[in-house]
């Protein structure tokens, strides 16, 4: 019931959050707008598939608008949703976010059909999707803040941090992240809350957005693992109210083997569906594809469906999974690939949110080692007694830390490692949790909000941490993200840093990403 409570209709801190998000989401079209008009656009060797119908009037200008949002991925995800899989390398990009892009444009978009050609409805409805996915993601990472956190500030906090977040322009732009991250977070939420079949849609939604989709099958394997492990430690007295052990263990296994096949689904489908368009029989679709693509695709190298006869290799393979045939034949993503001398520059773009991650899992190892040792798996006494502890270092975190860890480890050996920051802003909340947690611990402006319905600090978060700072309880709604920008002269140095890190990496991303400079 505390954890309902948590999360009122009627909360002033969602409000807050949610129009905050709206203002934030604004400004960065505003800025790209801006940066777009004076900042010509470097010539990238990046997908750029040709225009086939002349721009009229209203799509020059929605061009000009928006243009800086349709670069780099954004290219192949509008191009997929304009052309569909028409080249090998645009399976890399799962199918759920071009086709949701495609919907709107040809459904609540229709209208503008005489005024708008395709791709600028499609444009269009990208930018306006990700504007109302990046703020209902917003709003869902602190509904899940509050549940797992169980510290309204510090959600609260994380929240408002989210719509400032250093890949915010990948929020904006025609890239599934806005759309991953809300159904990631909402799942996650549902999950905590119990309602796991409804967490499981939303979960096997997502990795019908992004592939990493389906490492979120660990929170549910998580999930009822731990349950079944509590129970085998209940006391003795309450051992009889609960059915026999196999009974047990094929509730567990069979809703387990469910909820995974569903998150799985997608994927499957979407492999065997490539496999289906490009290692089949020919289909004569060279003959329906316009000859200035055909000419893209025999300049690029790139190849068409069943083009020529010749089976992409692969097709033969035991288990032909064109995704990771893409990764590693188009973009050499690989163990250690990317650890060249020439690739300093990306390590360094990745340095800040790399040390925030580590920094992250370190400092909840230090205050929980015992829960780390036993993986959340041991009955606890505080747990009994039913007073657990709030903030970033509580148990409910643990799992979250596992996940955050795991994809920053992942990012850092195995993938080029300049997309870190986008991967784990929209994947993982820990990044922003723990952010707003120093801010919380550290700045001296935090510390008088809200003196209501408080909770003690942990005790490991003190001894850790020195002088607890603040509370967990409700607070005040008002930013504490503005209220730290309106008072520069107050802020300590580690704040200047994470606000530093946020809020320049927003306005370089807008700066570089929307005129086609190496920001991906």
Known sequence: ?????????????????????????????L?????????????????????????GLWDLLLERLLGGLSHWDAEHFLFIAERGYLYEHN?????LYPLSVRAVAEGALWPLQRLLRLRSRLLLSAVLLNSLFSVLAAAALY????????????????????????????M???????MFAFLAFSAMWQL??????????????????????????????????KCFALQLQVGSGSVRKLPPLWKQLLSVASSAVLMCAGIFLPFALFQYYAYVRFCGPGTG??????????????????????????????????????????????????????????????????????????????????????????LGLERRKSEEEGKPRAGFCCPAVFVYVVHATVLLAFGFFCMHVQVLTRFLGSSSPVLYWFSAHLLQEYEPLLWSEGTGNQTAAPRSEKSLLGKSPGSCGKGTSENPIVRLLLNPRFITPLGKCVLGFFLSYWL???????????WT
Request: hydrophobic share 50%; aromatic share 14%; net charge positive.
């Open 508 to 518: 370089l991303g807008l700066i570089l990403h929307c005129n086609f400079l190496p």
């Open 172 to 178: 904006a732009a025609a890239y599934s992240e806005s």
């Open 285 to 374: 679709l060279e003959q329906a594809v316009p000859k200035p693509l055909l000419q893209l695709a025999l300049d690029k190298g790139y190849r068409l469906a069943a083009m020529d006869g010749v089976k992409p290799p692969w097709c033969s393979q035991r288990f032909p999974v064109v995704y990771s045939y893409i990764q590693d034949a188009y973009w050499n993503v690989g163990f250690l690939r990317y650890f060249e001398l020439r690739q300093i520059p990306n390590f360094l773009l990745a340095l800040p949110v790399t040390l925030l991650g580590s920094w992250a899992a370190w400092t909840y190892i230090i205050a929980n080692p015992r829960h780390c040792v036993t």
């Open 143 to 170: 509904k899940l803040g509050c549940v797992v956190l169980q510290c309204r500030r510090v959600a609260f906090l994380a929240a408002v941090l989210f719509s400032v977040s250093p890949a915010n322009v990948f």
């Open 1 to 29: 019931m505390l954890r309902m409570e948590l999360v009122s209709r009627r909360d002033p801190h969602l409000r807050e959050v949610v129009w905050f998000a709206a203002c934030c989401r604004a400004l960065t079209l």
């Open 192 to 225: 905590e809350k119990g309602q796991s079949w409804l967490s499981g849609l939303l979960f096997s939604l997502a990795s019908g957005v992004r592939a990493n989709g389906l490492i979120n099958a660990g929170f549910f394997l998580y999930s009822r693992g």
């Open 31 to 55: 800025l790209q707008a801006l940066f777009n008009l004076l900042i010509p656009d470097h010539a990238a060797d990046a997908f750029h598939p040709p225009r086939l119908s002349e721009p």
């Open 91 to 95: 399976c890399a990009f799962f199918p």
